[in-house]
């Protein structure tokens, strides 16, 4: 019953700096999507995808990529990571695009 | 841009009071959610509340919706230290759109022993 796993779980970068964030789901889920949670401002969705294969820009999608090659898997990518991209990353899975999400545990990211 | 507001920002109350909060919305929705998050964890789904629906529970959660007002509240009622957490409110567009649920900022609960 692992539901929506994220890794890392920390990470620190160095401005410039890439990388990318794994979630992974077994629940068959077709709706994927990845949020940033920052103080004071709650959950603001960065992209998200309606199926394999693919990818829609949500709320706040500068300085990130995605891509969605498996059914279970999307990837958050960051390019050449900021000091303004310093945050906890969730990822969450949901049958239709307005049902409940299950939520992964999150990553914390600091760039410095 | 938020379409759901929490109401408080933050709630102390003492264990087994119950623990009402409120949220407020801008546009048409076809469901509300609402979620918890306990501190460094990720959030988990509670209820969901539809936009015919007035009133639903879940065990010791209460939900009410007013679509007239654009409001919803959560009751928790006889509060225990485990309910110590932030709850989030969430809104789905009507017709099936893009975009997925938009979070409001949360209420902070912190029930006293």
């Known amino acids: 019953n692992a539901g929506v796993t994220q890794t890392p779980k920390f990470r620190v970068l160095k401005t410039g700096q890439s990388m990318t964030l794994l979630c992974a789901q077994d629940m068959n889920h077709e709706y994927m999507y990845w949020y940033r949670q920052d103080p004071g401002m709650g959950l603001r969705l960065i992209h998200y995808?309606?199926?394999?294969?693919?990818?829609a820009k949500g709320e706040v999608p500068d300085g990130y990529n995605v891509s969605r090659l498996k059914k279970q898997n999307f990837l958050l990518g960051l390019e050449s990571a900021a000091p303004s991209q310093t945050s906890v990353y969730f990822c969450a899975s949901s049958t239709t695009i307005q049902a409940g999400y299950t939520f992964g545990s999150g990553t914390r990211l600091t760039v410095v | 841009s938020q379409q759901g507001e929490e109401d408080p920002q933050a709630l102390s109350i003492q264990e087994g009071e119950n623990a009402t909060m409120n949220c407020s919305y801008k546009t048409s929705i076809n469901n509300l959610q609402w979620y918890r998050q306990n501190s460094g964890r990720g959030l988990v789904h509670l209820i969901l509340i539809r936009s015919n629906e007035r009133e639903k529970h879940s065990g010791r959660l209460r939900v009410t919706l007013d679509t007239s007002k654009k409001s919803s509240s959560l009751l928790i009622t006889a509060s225990r230290a485990a309910d110590t957490a932030s709850y989030f409110c969430?809104?789905?567009?009507?017709?099936?759109?893009?975009?997925?649920?938009?979070f409001g900022k949360g209420t902070h609960l912190i029930i006293q022993p």
């Open positions: 969430a809104t789905a567009k009507p017709g099936g759109g893009a975009d997925g649920l938009t």
């Open positions: 995808s309606v199926g394999e294969g693919t990818t």
